[in-house]
């Protein structure tokens, strides 16, 4: 079956835009969590979703970064006013249920000039 | 902030070489997964131990965990070029709900 999508797979933005980040979890998946991977580093978690509520979103690194998840399956991550230190690999997974394997997207790279 | 160490930093080996990293954690722990990433793509989930178990097995990999000295290794044996990755562990903390937290990888290189 089909497994996490994301898109777009390649963001460039001019520092000051706003950006948004789509996610398709696997289908039936209670469970969607956003990483973001800096180069070489491990992906850090920024906001979790059991069906369509945000349970946790204490990764999240500024009031710049918002996440929806509003029916319970595609989420969206949106960075406002994009930094260049928002410059990385945003990854997102989801899961069956509330614990255990997470299955991950090929993530979007995002690039900010 | 990632939730620990890992160590080696990066390994290169000859394939049919045994290949081993360690990976360390701070806090209480419900399992610890270990995720396989290719250059340029996603995290491939490689195999979950729980916390009151000590050793598993999936085919050429085995893990093992040592909660009371919070650390655990992975063990890919007869490694081929295409192990050539970077792995990473995870761990689901009891306190910290269902997010997953990250080492900084290890980069394995398996030479042909």
């Known amino acids: 079956g089909a497994g996490v999508s994301q898109s777009p797979r390649y963001k460039v933005a001019k520092r000051g835009q706003d950006v948004a980040l789509r996610c398709d979890p696997i289908?039936?998946?209670?469970?969607l969590f956003w990483y973001q991977q800096a180069l070489g580093q491990g992906p850090e978690f920024l906001t979790y979703?059991?069906?369509?509520?945000?349970?946790?979103k204490s990764g999240l690194p500024s009031d710049r970064f918002f996440a929806e998840r509003p029916e319970g399956s595609v989420s969206t991550l949106k960075i406002q006013r994009t930094q260049q230190e928002d410059s990385a690999v945003y990854l997102c997974?989801?899961?069956?249920?509330?614990?255990?394997?997470?299955?991950f997207g090929p993530g979007t790279r995002l690039t900010v000039t | 902030s990632q939730q620990g160490e890992e160590d080696p930093q990066a390994l290169s080996i000859q394939e049919g070489e045994n290949a081993t990293m360690n990976c360390s954690y701070k806090?209480?722990?419900?399992?610890l997964q270990w995720y396989r990433q290719n250059s340029g793509r996603g995290l491939v989930h490689l195999i979950l131990?729980?916390?009151?178990?000590r050793e598993k097995h999936s085919g050429r990999l085995r893990v093992t965990l040592d909660t009371s000295k919070k650390s655990s290794s992975l063990l890919i044996t007869a490694s081929r070029a295409a192990d050539t990755a970077s792995y990473f562990c995870?761990?689901?903390?009891?306190?910290?709900?269902?997010?997953?937290?990250f080492g900084g990888g290890t980069r394995v290189l398996v030479k042909p």
């Open positions: 997974a989801s899961s069956p249920g509330t614990t255990g394997e997470q299955y």
């Open positions: 289908s039936g998946h209670v469970s």
């Open positions: 979703f059991q069906n369509e509520a945000q349970l946790d």
């Open positions: 806090t209480s722990i419900n399992n």
């Open positions: 131990i729980r916390s009151n178990e």
């Open positions: 995870a761990t689901d903390a009891a306190a910290a709900g269902n997010k997953l937290t």
